[in-house]
């Protein structure tokens, strides 16, 4: 595991976590999608960075150490001439294990390479041990009453399983549980045989969409990032951000049901009542963790979420897969050609997709568009046309998304702002200013973006009051830009 490696891995995690606060008004099953993606993308980052093109984001003077790194290194230890042997030597000799972060090596590439090992072999050696706990417990199960399998093959079908998994009983378990990677069966504990009809059907749902949704599959590859990025705490926190999201989407599949919730609450303070004290294998994915039982009875039990476009529940996840691509082959390693004094003025051009004008062929599905973002009835509609515009080329879109930046409903004017930035443009200027002062700061924090990217003087004055703002988020936006200009 090389330092490279983990930075690449790190920033990929980091985008996870991005791109799953984005879609906080998603659903559980969409956040998981993209965690689940963004694992698929860390595991085989190694052979990606050896087969993708590569690209320099540094200059030389962290690829090679010179004279003058050398000196701040040994101060005054040196004379003057010694200094220019011993950077004329240093010039001429290979880098350090550590020249690609600016610094000298902190320990030998063999000790390190020793101590990952290890930290990984444990690791997986710990997750060895719980699948053959596993495999163990149901040696020793026995086939669940043909109450539990009749139900399991009615609900199956309903879930649109092709076969159900094998119900076994199992005194060894603190409740229920889906295991197997390639035959999958799920373990009840031995009070669960004298559950109540409509308590037996809501667990068999829960565990079918498991099931369904291939969690055991995601949680392998999960815990194969964990072991071989053990000492990044990002993989262990993103692993448990999975396991969260993945319980919420089940309890989700439940109440889709038609399981009202505050039944269903009671339910699962049952059960895990009843675990307390047993601890699940690591490798099983347990109903019934009371350590994770407060926050998902807080999402059944809450308001209905902010809602989110289609458009956006899929660029995101795609965007953290594409993403990570470009971190996997981007290289430290190769030297620039830029001079490491050189001044480089920060420019923000508009994407060539924004000032291409759209086809002849697509002129009509604009305009059935901006009709659809400024007169729909329907709020939903509105923004869903709005951020099809956002992502649509030319100027003909800017009245549109003017007119929606003006909507009763925040989220339609969240996505218009959206769509205003990098459109250099005078007409959206004015919009965007008085969108400043809107009582939404998702519209805030979009259009004060849209506002530093417009190329507008009054961007600067604009981004210096914002970080005054009341909400965290604008105000944090406002420095990251002022950092930028």
Same mark, same amino acid.
């Given at each position: 595991?090389?330092?490279?490696?983990?930075?690449?891995?790190?920033?990929?995690?980091?985008?996870?976590?991005?791109?799953?606060?984005?879609?906080?008004?998603?659903?559980?099953?969409?956040?998981?999608?993209?965690?689940?993606?963004?694992?698929?993308?860390?595991?085989?980052? %190694?052979?990606?960075?050896?087969?993708?093109?590569?690209?320099? +984001?540094?200059?030389?003077?962290?690829?090679?150490?010179?004279?003058?790194?050398?000196?701040?290194?040994?101060?005054?230890?040196?004379?003057?001439?010694?200094?220019?042997?011993?950077?004329?030597?240093?010039?001429?000799?290979?880098?350090?294990? +550590?020249?690609?972060?600016?610094?000298?090596?902190?320990?030998?590439?063999?000790?390190?390479?020793?101590?990952?090992?290890?930290?990984?072999?444990?690791?997986?050696?710990?997750?060895?041990?719980?699948?053959?706990?596993?495999?163990? =417990?149901?040696?020793?199960?026995?086939?669940?009453?043909?109450?539990?399998? $009749?139900?399991?093959?009615?609900?199956?079908?309903?879930?649109? =399983?092709?076969?159900?998994?094998?119900?076994?009983?199992?005194?060894?378990? %603190?409740?229920?549980?889906?295991?197997?990677?390639?035959?999958? &069966?799920?373990?009840? %504990?031995?009070?669960?045989?004298?559950?109540?009809?409509?308590?037996?059907?809501?667990?068999?749902?829960?565990?079918?969409?498991?099931?369904?949704?291939?969690?055991? /599959?995601? /949680?392998?590859?999960?815990?194969?990032?964990?072991?071989?990025?053990? +000492?990044?705490?990002?993989?262990?926190?993103?692993?448990?951000?999975?396991?969260?999201?993945?319980? +919420?989407?089940?309890?989700?599949?439940? !109440?889709?049901?038609?399981?009202?919730?505050?039944?269903?609450?009671?339910?699962? =303070? &049952?059960?895990?009542?009843?675990?307390?004290?047993?601890?699940?294998?690591?490798?099983?994915?347990?109903?019934?963790?009371?350590?994770?039982?407060?926050?998902?009875?807080?999402?059944?039990?809450?308001?209905?979420?902010?809602?989110?476009?289609?458009?956006?529940?899929?660029?995101?996840?795609?965007?953290?897969?594409? $993403?990570?691509?470009?971190?996997?082959?981007?290289?430290?390693?190769?030297?620039?050609?830029?001079?490491?004094?050189?001044?480089?003025?920060?420019? /923000?051009?508009?994407? !060539?997709?924004?000032?291409?004008? %759209?086809?002849?062929?697509?002129?009509?599905?604009?305009?059935?568009?901006?009709?659809?973002?400024?007169?729909?009835?329907?709020?939903?509609?509105?923004?869903?046309?709005?951020?099809?515009?956002?992502? &649509?080329?030319?100027?003909?879109?800017?009245?549109?998304?003017?007119?929606?930046?003006?909507?009763?409903?925040?989220?339609?004017?969240?996505?218009?702002?959206?769509?205003?930035?990098?459109?250099?443009?005078?007409?959206?200027?004015?919009?965007?200013?008085?969108?400043?002062?809107?009582?939404?700061?998702?519209?805030?924090?979009?259009?004060?973006?849209?506002?530093?990217?417009?190329?507008?003087?009054?961007?600067?004055?604009?981004?210096?009051?914002?970080?005054?703002?009341?909400?965290?988020?604008?105000?944090?936006?406002?420095?990251?830009?002022?950092?930028?200009?």
């Amino acid at each position: 595991m090389t330092v490279e490696l983990a930075l690449k891995a790190a920033a990929v995690l980091g985008g996870g976590f991005v791109a799953a606060r984005a879609l906080g008004a998603a659903s559980a099953a969409t956040r998981h999608a993209t965690w689940r993606l963004t694992f698929v993308a860390v595991l085989p980052l %190694p052979l990606v960075a050896l087969l993708s093109p590569r690209w320099t +984001f540094m200059d030389r003077t962290f690829a090679e150490p010179s004279a003058a790194w050398l000196q701040a290194a040994v101060g005054d230890a040196f004379t003057p001439g010694d200094r220019d042997r011993a950077g004329k030597d240093a010039q001429a000799a290979p880098a350090p294990a +550590f020249a690609s972060v600016g610094g000298p090596s902190l320990a030998p590439a063999g000790v390190m390479t020793l101590a990952w090992l290890i930290g990984a072999a444990g690791v997986s050696a710990f997750y060895l041990l719980g699948y053959l706990r596993l495999w163990h =417990l149901r040696r020793r199960s026995r086939p669940a009453p043909m109450a539990w399998s $009749s139900s399991a093959h009615r609900l199956a079908v309903k879930v649109g =399983l092709p076969s159900p998994p094998t119900v076994r009983v199992t005194p060894l378990v %603190p409740g229920p549980l889906v295991c197997g990677l390639v035959h999958t &069966t799920l373990l009840i %504990p031995r009070d669960a045989v004298g559950w109540p009809d409509a308590r037996r059907d809501a667990v068999l749902i829960h565990e079918l969409a498991h099931v369904r949704r291939r969690d055991v /599959q995601a /949680q392998l590859i999960a815990q194969a990032v964990c072991a071989l990025h053990w +000492f990044n705490p990002l993989a262990w926190m993103a692993a448990r951000h999975l396991r969260r999201e993945r319980e +919420f989407a089940c309890d989700d599949a439940v !109440l889709a049901a038609g399981v009202p919730p505050a039944w269903y609450a009671r339910e699962l =303070l &049952t059960i895990a009542s009843e675990a307390l004290g047993q601890r699940a294998p690591a490798p099983a994915l347990s109903m019934a963790r009371p350590s994770e039982m407060e926050g998902r009875l807080l999402a059944m039990l809450a308001d209905r979420p902010r809602r989110m476009g289609l458009m956006a529940r899929t660029a995101v996840p795609v965007l953290v897969f594409v $993403s990570s691509i470009v971190v996997a082959g981007a290289s430290t390693s190769a030297p620039s050609a830029v001079a490491a004094d050189a001044a480089v003025e920060p420019t /923000q051009p508009s994407p !060539l997709w924004i000032v291409a004008p %759209p086809g002849d062929e697509d002129r009509a599905l604009v305009d059935e568009r901006a009709a659809e973002a400024t007169s729909a009835s329907d709020a939903a509609r509105r923004e869903r046309a709005t951020l099809a515009l956002a992502f &649509t080329a030319g100027d003909t879109v800017i009245p549109a998304l003017l007119a929606a930046l003006r909507d009763h409903d925040s989220h339609v004017r969240e996505k218009a702002a959206i769509g205003l930035a990098w459109r250099r443009d005078p007409r959206i200027v004015p919009a965007l200013l008085e969108a400043l002062a809107d009582a939404d700061p998702h519209v805030r924090e979009k259009a004060l973006v849209a506002l530093a990217f417009s190329g507008d003087a009054r961007a600067n004055d604009v981004i210096e009051r914002a970080r005054k703002d009341p909400d965290g988020h604008v105000r944090d936006k406002a420095m990251t830009l002022s950092r930028l200009r």
